[in-house]
């Protein structure tokens, strides 16, 4: 180990003593490590972007359970006739199961119309439980959500987002209390969901309620998890309790999470770095050619040098270890000077870029950035320096020591 220290200290003398020679031989390792660096960097920080984006957007420890409506025979897509339904009793036996896990909401939505007053109203009409308020991005601003007893007593009670009170008054609050016809029948208006931008006209009333009231309900099972590390083991609990309730088995049903939109966008980011990667690793195959080039050349400057040295004793694996060493100090002082450079490209490009076109993502440089550059500066050192290196180990002594 120390004979190695050693000859890398051979090693920086002689690029000491060519700093010009040896910085435009390793300019294409530079070059090219700056590069890979700067697609690392912002392949890192779009996925983090894009990982917070996902999560801002998409509860990402959501489950969802529902039967499936087509099958394929044949390599033919048919309908499912009698589809299995998820009932209120299996549902609820489900959320007892994972009460400390998550919480659990039957519910199914269509478009339709209702009636208030003398006007008629498009809605987005949902049938969900007392939880379905947990579970949901939105929150009760004027009123209140309905209850469990709404849910088992099967009370014609609704909840309306703040858009559609809009639209039947000119006070939102007001409306409380007062009724609306949905399926001919009257319900009264509990709460007033909190305005959101973009909002759409919304109702929603007890899932018991509307599957009274609309025939082929197929409510689908939602779980918002607690720990979206728990998801795929709930997932194949499910297709067990599947499998033990219903006939046809959890192959009738799909049970999905949001999980997979993540690795869809880390996998297309990990394209992007492998393709971009290779692109730029061509600089650093030019570099690893600047290498071996300029070893080329110390081997022949340090013709006599290395005939004293075997002359005096040195074996060929001394002259070897000598020559790597050299080529593995001058491939890791391009990569870490590239390293720099690059990280303080990209950090510099990237609030210029936010600034002109308005993005929001930023840079960001992992720990596996790092090792790439420390494995890339060990490879092109010893894949450029071993020809250099075995060029110097045979050479005769005698011959070598008349070499002027």
Same mark, same amino acid.
């Given at each position: 180990m120390s004979y190695f220290i050693k000859s890398v200290l051979i090693a920086l003398q002689n690029i000491r003593a060519n700093p010009l020679h040896t910085f435009l031989s390793t300019l294409g390792i530079i070059i090219g490590v700056a590069a890979l660096v700067g697609i690392l960097a912002l392949g890192d920080g779009l996925e983090e972007t894009g990982r917070r984006q996902l999560a801002n957007t998409t509860s990402l420890n959501m489950l969802s359970a529902s039967s499936n409506s087509t099958k394929v025979i044949n390599e033919v897509r048919v309908s499912v006739e009698n589809r299995p339904v998820i009932t209120s009793e299996i549902a609820?036996?489900?959320?007892?199961?994972?009460?400390?896990?998550?919480?659990?909401?039957?519910?199914?939505?269509?478009?339709?119309? &209702?009636?208030?007053?003398?006007?008629?109203?498009?809605?987005?009409?949902?049938?969900?439980?007392? =939880? *379905?308020i947990r579970i949901s991005p939105d929150s009760v601003q004027f009123g209140s959500f309905i209850d469990r007893s709404d849910v088992l007593n099967k009370k014609y009670a609704?909840?309306?987002?703040? =858009? @559609?009170?809009?639209?039947?008054?000119?006070?939102?609050?007001?409306i409380l209390g007062h009724s609306f016809l949905l399926w001919g029948k009257e319900f009264s208006i509990k709460g007033i969901l909190q305005e959101k931008e973009g909002d759409a006209p919304r109702i929603l009333v007890p899932i018991s309620v509307y599957m009274d009231n609309e025939k082929e309900v197929y409510p689908t099972l939602r779980m918002k998890v607690t720990n979206a590390e728990d998801i795929p083991e709930i997932q194949e609990e499910l297709k067990l309790l599947f499998d033990e309730k219903y006939e046809? $088995?959890?192959?009738a049903f799909t049970i999905s999470s949001n999980e997979f939109r993540v690795e869809q966008f880390s996998k297309g980011i990990l394209m992007f770095k492998l393709i971009m990667g290779a692109i730029t690793g061509i600089s650093v195959l030019v570099g690893g050619i600047g290498v071996m080039n300029v070893l080329?050349?110390?081997?022949?400057?340090?013709? =006599?040098?290395?005939?004293?040295?075997?002359?005096?004793?040195?074996?060929? =694996?001394?002259?070897?270890?000598?020559?790597?060493?050299?080529?593995?100090?001058?491939?890791f002082v391009g990569c870490i000077i590239g390293a720099v450079i690059g990280i303080l490209g990209v950090f510099a490009f990237v609030p210029i870029v936010n600034a002109v076109a308005g993005f929001g993502f930023q840079? *960001?440089?992992?720990? $596996?950035?790092?090792? &790439?550059?420390?494995? @890339?500066?060990? &490879?092109?050192? &010893?894949?450029?320096?071993?020809?250099?290196?075995?060029?110097? *180990?045979?050479l005769d002594p005698i011959d070598a020591i008349r070499h002027e």
């Open positions: 609820d036996e489900i959320s007892q199961k994972y009460s400390t896990r998550g919480i659990t909401d039957l519910g199914t939505s269509r478009t339709a119309e &209702v009636g208030y007053g003398d006007s008629l109203s498009g809605v987005y009409l949902y049938g969900g439980s007392e =939880k *379905a609704a909840v309306i987002s703040y =858009k @559609l009170a809009s639209q039947w008054t000119e006070v939102p609050e007001e046809e $088995g959890h192959e080329l050349i110390s081997v022949t400057e340090r013709t =006599k040098e290395i005939g004293i040295r075997k002359a005096t004793g040195a074996k060929k =694996k001394d002259i070897v270890l000598q020559f790597m060493a050299e080529s593995v100090t001058i491939a840079a *960001a440089v992992s720990s $596996g950035t790092l090792i &790439v550059i420390l494995v @890339l500066g060990l &490879v092109v050192g &010893v894949v450029f320096g071993t020809y250099p290196a075995w060029r110097a *180990a045979q």
